[in-house]
């Protein structure tokens, strides 16, 4: 049993179809669940750095305490964390410092160009984690 599962969401349906896996997965409500999002860190001039960043931040924790409630209403324990660099870099070292058991994610299912162009952060989370990784890939029509 999994008594503290680290789950990425990026705010895309695909992300969070990982949070149907729950039930199969047998995990209970005695769980505790920790929800990330990592936003970008964008060029932006320096005139409007506090307000985009205060937006991005702003939109993140919105998104994280809307899917937290949903969670709290099934009984789970919820925690989230707003975070801001690389996408791997961050779940990797939350995953650390947040003591969990298993990270749980879903892929985008980018391949070939895609995946050189953009990078993939589950591969990247899958070769560096100590952790266990429960890995849903989603491909996209």
């Known amino acids: 049993m999994y008594k503290s599962i680290l789950i990425p969401l990026d705010g895309s349906e695909l992300a969070e179809s990982i949070l149907f896996e729950l039930d199969q997965m047998a995990v209970t409500t005695t769980s505790r669940l920790v ?3 990592v936003c970008p860190i964008y060029a ?3 005139r409007y750095i506090s307000e985009a960043h205060s937006q991005i931040v702003q939109v993140a924790e919105s998104y994280l305490e809307n899917m937290k409630a949903q969670l709290n209403a099934k009984g789970f324990t919820v925690e989230v964390h707003v975070c801001y660099g690389d996408p791997a870099f ?3 070292d939350l995953a650390d410092r947040a003591d969990v058991n298993l ?3 879903s ?3 980018r391949s070939g160009f895609g995946r050189w162009l953009l990078g993939s952060v ?5 070769r560096h984690s100590s952790k266990p990784i429960l890995l849903k ?4 029509a």
Do not use: D, Q
């Not at 589950?122 to 899958?126: D, F, P, Q």
């Not at 890939?137 to 996209?140: E, F, G, I, S």
């Open 122 to 126: 589950a591969e990247k989370v899958i």
């Open 137 to 140: 890939p989603v491909k996209t």
């Open 103 to 105: 990270i749980a994610m």
């Open 90 to 92: 961050e779940i990797l």
């Open 107 to 109: 892929t985008h299912g």
């Open 44 to 46: 932006v001039s320096e």
């Open 35 to 37: 929800l990330i999002r």
